[in-house]
C-alpha cells in the first residue's frame, strides 16, 4: 500500500513557561546586540562581505514590542501543531511558534534528526527577548534571533509540484516591511523535506534583507562543511578567519571542544556544493543542503564551560542532553544584511534529511569528501536545483482553508497599499483589535481616543503611517504615536516636540513621560530623566484598574523608573517606587536582582547578598549579559556561584 503525503492538525502535550504579555512601552532604546564588531575587523574582509557588514544594520526594534512577561513556572499545556508525514519522514510544525519544525522523524531508522527540547522554555534570545531552543527555526529581519520566534504564522496546505499538497507559512515581517513564506515540501518516498523560502519587496525602494536558517542538533557530532577556513566571532565581539578543522590547538567541528560560545562562519568556495552536516561517531545525523543562493553555512556551539553549561540548563529541563546549531544564510556571515532590490523577490529551495556516511572522525578533506559523496548519492545536486525548479511555479498557488492564523499587520499593510502578493493573502478579516485605530486612521484621517486608561497600543513608524500622523488631527494619542515615528527616523527634536504636545493634551500623562525620560536619557540629562521617571510612575499609580496590561505597564515602567533614579543617586524616590510596586512583580527575578541593587545603594551590602544566598532566576536574562556577576562581586565578591554563572566569554586580561 503506497502512503501519500498527508498534512494533519495534532497537539502537542508539553511543560510550558507561558510568553505571557508584551511590554507595553515602546522599544525606543538602540539594541544591545551583542553581533557587532569593530572596524578594525573589518580590514582585509572581501569586499562585498565588509560592504554588506555596514549594510543598514538594524537601530531599534520599532514597530515591534519587547516580550518580556514570561517566567519559569512551567506547567503542563497543549499546542497546537501541524505534521506533514510521507512514508519515510514526520515534520511537526509550531505555526503559533515561528512556524518552528520541532521534530524531523526518520520513520525507518526511528531516528530523531533534530534536537528536540522536551519543554517550552522562552530565554531572551531574539531580537526582542521572547526565544526558544530546538528544532529548525526560520530566521528573518535583521542580525539574530527573529522577532517572530513566539509569534504565530499564517498556514494553510497548497498543491505541490508532485501532484500532492504542501504546508505553506506566511507572515509580514515588521523590521523591514517584508512579506515571506515557507514551503515545506515532502514528495512521496522522499527521505529529504524540501523547504521553499521566498522574502518579497513590495516596495518602490530597496530594503535590507536577511535570512538563516537555524537547526538544532545534539552536540556529540562532528559538523563537516566543504570549508578549509572559516570566520570565527566570539562574545568578545571580534571576527577572525581561522582554519578549519583546528583552531587554537583543538579540532572545532567538535562541539566539545570548545570552551566558550561561539560562532564559526564557514568559507565555502565559489562553485561549491552548499550543504552542512551533523553526524555521530558512526557517521549517521543530519544533513542539509540547498541552492546556491543560500550561500552560507556556520556552526554554533555553547561551549564545554560552566557558562555554556548553565545556559544549556537554563533553557530546557534537568537530563536532557545537550545541542548545538548548524545553520544556513543568505551572506557567509549574520553580521551582514544583503540589499533587496525594489519590487523584486529573492527565493531558494532548502532540503534536509538523514545521512549515513562513513564515520567521520579522521582527517578532514576525507571525512568531508566522504560525506559529500554520501549526500550526492543521496540527493544529487542536480535534484535539488529541479526541485527548486519545480517549485518556482507553485509559489503564488493561493492557499486552502486556514491551518493557523497569524497577525493582521499584513492585512493592515495590503489594505493600505493594494499591493497583489500571490500566494500569501493578507486579508482584512486578519485583523483585529491592535490594527482598528490604524484602521480608522486610513479610513477617516483622525487617530481614534481610547475610552479607558492603558497603554497607548502599537505604534507603527514606517514613513507612510507618519504621514497620515502628521495630517491627523492634534490629539494626545495621535501625537504620542507621532512622537514614536519620528523618534526612529531619528528626528529626536520633533519627536520630543510631538510628546510635549501629547502632554498638554493627555488624560492620562504617563506614556508620553516615559518617552521623554528616555530621550532625556539618550541626551544624557539623567536627573531630569529621573524626575520625568518619578513622575510617569505616579501618574501611572493613578489608574484604579487591575488586569494583565496594567500588571505589565507597572512592572515595565517601575524597573525603568528605579533603574533611572539610581542613576541620578536618587535611593530614597528609587525605594518608594519600590514600595508600590505589584508583591508579586517584586517576587520576579529581575527584579530581586534589582532588589540587590538597591539595597547595595542604600549602603546595606548584607542584605543584598541575602538577596543572592536566598536565590532567584532573571527569566529574561539577556544573551552576553553580564550583569548578575558585576553585582554579585559588589555583594562582598568571591567565586560566582553555578546557578549565576551565564557568562559566554573568557574573562577580560
Avoid at 504621514?467 to 495621535?478: G, H, I, K, S, V
Avoid at 507621532?482 to 529626536?492: E, F, N, P, T
Wanted: glycine share 10%; net charge negative; charged share 30%.
Amino acid at each position: 500500500m503506497v502512503i501519500v503525503t498527508t498534512i494533519r492538525q495534532e497537539v502537542l502535550t508539553l511543560p510550558v513557561a507561558p510568553p505571557g504579555p508584551d511590554n507595553p512601552l515602546p522599544a525606543l532604546r538602540p539594541l544591545d546586540e551583542v553581533h557587532r564588531i569593530d572596524d578594525r575587523d573589518k580590514e582585509g574582509l572581501p569586499h562585498d562581505m565588509a560592504r554588506q557588514i555596514g549594510h543598514a544594520p538594524l537601530r531599534g526594534l520599532l514597530p515591534v514590542r519587547v516580550r518580556d512577561g514570561y517566567g519559569r513556572a512551567r506547567e503542563t499545556r497543549r499546542i497546537d501543531a501541524l505534521v506533514l508525514e510521507n512514508d519515510r519522514l514526520r515534520a511537526t510544525v509550531l505555526p503559533g511558534l515561528g512556524g518552528r519544525i520541532a521534530s524531523l522523524l526518520h520513520k525507518p531508522t526511528g531516528r530523531e534528526l533534530l534536537y528536540r527540547n522536551p519543554v517550552f522554555q522562552p530565554a531572551n534570545f531574539a531580537l526582542n527577548g521572547a526565544w526558544f531552543s530546538g528544532g529548525i527555526e526560520w530566521n528573518i529581519g535583521a542580525t539574530g534571533h527573529t522577532t517572530l520566534s513566539c509569534a504565530p504564522l499564517h498556514a494553510a496546505a497548497v498543491p505541490a509540484p508532485d501532484g500532492g499538497e504542501m504546508l505553506r507559512l506566511w507572515e509580514w515581517e515588521r523590521l523591514r516591511d517584508l512579506p515571506f513564506q515557507v514551503d515545506l515540501w515532502l514528495p512521496d518516498g522522499s527521505d529529504f523535506l524540501h523547504v521553499g523560502v521566498r522574502i518579497r519587496n513590495p516596495h518602490d525602494r530597496p530594503v535590507p534583507a536577511y535570512w538563516w536558517s537555524n537547526i538544532a542538533v545534539p552536540e556529540e557530532r562532528r559538523v563537516l562543511a566543504p570549508a578549509s577556513e572559516a570566520y570565527h566571532f566570539g562574545y568578545e565581539r571580534r571576527l577572525r578567519r581561522v582554519p578549519v578543522p583546528a583552531y587554537d590547538g583543538a579540532d572545532r567541528t567538535y562541539p566539545l571542544n570548545s570552551t566558550y560560545a561561539a560562532d564559526y562562519f564557514y568559507e565555502v568556495p565559489d562553485g561549491r556544493r552548499r550543504w552542512i552536516a551533523a553526524l555521530d561517531e558512526a557517521g549517521d545525523g543530519l544533513v542539509q543542503t540547498s541552492t546556491d543562493v543560500l550561500r552560507g553555512r556556520k556552526l554554533f556551539v555553547w561551549g564545554a564551560g560552566p557558562g555554556g553549561r548553565r545556559w544549556q540548563e537554563w533553557l530546557t529541563e534537568p537530563g536532557t542532553g545537550g545541542y548545538c546549531e548548524i545553520q544556513a544564510g543568505l551572506a557567509r556571515t549574520q553580521l551582514e544584511h544583503v540589499r533587496l532590490e525594489a519590487e523584486s523577490e529573492v527565493a531558494w529551495l532548502e532540503s534536509y534529511g538523514p545521512l549515513s556516511a562513513p564515520p567521520p572522525d579522521g582527517e578532514w578533506d576525507t571525512a568531508v569528501r566522504r560525506t559529500e559523496e554520501r549526500l550526492e548519492a543521496a540527493l544529487p545536486r542536480a535534484a535539488v536545483d529541479a526541485a527548486h525548479a519545480a517549485w518556482r511555479p507553485y509559489a503564488d498557488a493561493e492557499p486552502g482553508e486556514p491551518l493557523a492564523t497569524g497577525s493582521g499587520w499584513g492585512g493592515l499593510e495590503v489594505l493600505r497599499s493594494g499591493w497583489k502578493l500571490p500566494g500569501t493573502p493578507f486579508t482584512a478579516a486578519t485583523m483585529g483589535p491592535a490594527q482598528e485605530p490604524w484602521r480608522e486612521l486610513l479610513r477617516s484621517g483622525s487617530f481614534p481616543e481610547p475610552e479607558r486608561p492603558g497603554p497607548p497600543g502599537d505604534s507603527l513608524v514606517a514613513p507612510h503611517w507618519r504621514d497620515l500622523l502628521e495630517t491627523a488631527p492634534a490629539t494626545a494619542l495621535a501625537e504620542y504615536h507621532l512622537g514614536v515615528a519620528q523618534w526612529h527616523a531619528g528626528d529626536r527634536a520633533q519627536a520630543v516636540r510631538s510628546w510635549e504636545r501629547a502632554l498638554e493634551l493627555a488624560r492620562w500623562r504617563w506614556p508620553s513621560l516615559r518617552c521623554l525620560a528616555v530621550a532625556d536619557q539618550e541626551a544624557g540629562h539623567h536627573e531630569r530623566a529621573a524626575d520625568r521617571y518619578a513622575e510617569a510612575f505616579d501618574d501611572l499609580c493613578r489608574e484604579r484598574r487591575e488586569d494583565e496590561e496594567r500588571t505589565a505597564a507597572g512592572a515595565a515602567l517601575g524597573r525603568e523608573a528605579i533603574e533611572a533614579l539610581l542613576r541620578a543617586g536618587r535611593t530614597a524616590d528609587a525605594r518608594a517606587v519600590w514600595d508600590r510596586l505589584d508583591p508579586a512583580t517584586r517576587e520576579r527575578g529581575r527584579f530581586r536582582l534589582l532588589e540587590a541593587e538597591l539595597l547595595l545603594a542604600e549602603g546595606r551590602s548584607e542584605q543584598a547578598r541575602a538577596v543572592f544566598d536566598a536565590g532567584f532566576e532573571v527569566a529574561d536574562l539577556r544573551e552576553g549579559d553580564e550583569r548578575i556577576g558585576r553585582v554579585w562581586h559588589r555583594t562582598g565578591g568571591g567565586e560566582l556561584p553555578a546557578r549565576y554563572d551565564f557568562r559566554m566569554r573568557p574573562e577580560p586580561s
